[in-house]
């Protein structure tokens, strides 16, 4: 459980930096309120997920091999410690998406999020990196039906922080501050250059034994 947990932990560090969807899903939630926040949050997690499973399916055949499991913990480290870096670095600066239409359809406002997500370039270099090194660790140590439950505490970790943001923006925008904001990138950010040491200190080990 305390396995699953820290998995769950790790989806809500991935999700809590303040970047594209963050800022889009407060746009949304102060315009059009808590529903469109949320679908904003779906979409996106609807694209992290389509990425998961790319990874499953391109790499679960190769990662044993010792090259490609140093390759991504090496890799899982850069992008972790380099977006916690960035998270720390621009919590003074929250940029909020503008929106140019009115009370939207929900349909649309679903397929935004998605795109969002989907189009950046970073994204699939970022699951990459992230989910590889998840896959070598379960692999290693768990069976198929482990790996699923890991996977799917990363995906309830998304969800509860797109809802959570959703809530804020959609109900408590009178709460949600600049210093609030700045606050939850921070810490955020350090979670995830955490995790990063822990990845690089793998990849050392794998290294030099």
Do not use: C
């Not at 795109?115 to 198929?144: A, Q």
């Amino acid at each position: 459980m305390s396995v699953l947990f820290g998995y769950f932990l790790l989806g809500l560090s991935l999700s809590a930096p303040i970047g594209p969807i963050n800022a889009a899903q407060l746009d949304k939630g102060m315009k059009h309120g808590f529903l469109h926040a949320w679908l904003i949050g779906i979409g996106a997690m609807m694209a992290d997920i389509f990425f998961m499973v790319l990874v499953f399916f391109g790499l679960v055949h190769f990662i044993s091999i010792p090259f490609i499991q140093t390759f991504l913990w090496l890799f899982g480290a850069f992008v972790l410690i380099y977006t916690g870096i960035e998270s720390v670095n621009g919590a003074r600066k929250v940029p909020l998406a503008r929106s140019d239409s009115g009370n939207s359809a929900y349909g649309k406002t679903l397929l935004s999020g998605f795109l969002l997500s989907v189009s950046n370039p970073l994204s699939i270099l970022f699951w990459l990196g992230i989910y590889g090194s998840v896959l070598i660790e379960m692999t290693v140590r768990y069976d198929t039906r482990e790996l699923a439950a890991a996977s799917l505490a990363i995906i309830a970790g998304i969800a509860f922080w797109d809802i959570s943001m959703a809530g804020l923006a959609g109900f408590f925008r009178k709460w949600l501050n600049g210093p609030l904001i700045q606050f939850i990138s921070i810490i955020s950010g350090l979670s995830l250059i955490g995790f990063g040491a822990y990845f690089g200190f793998e990849a050392f080990r794998m290294l030099f034994g």
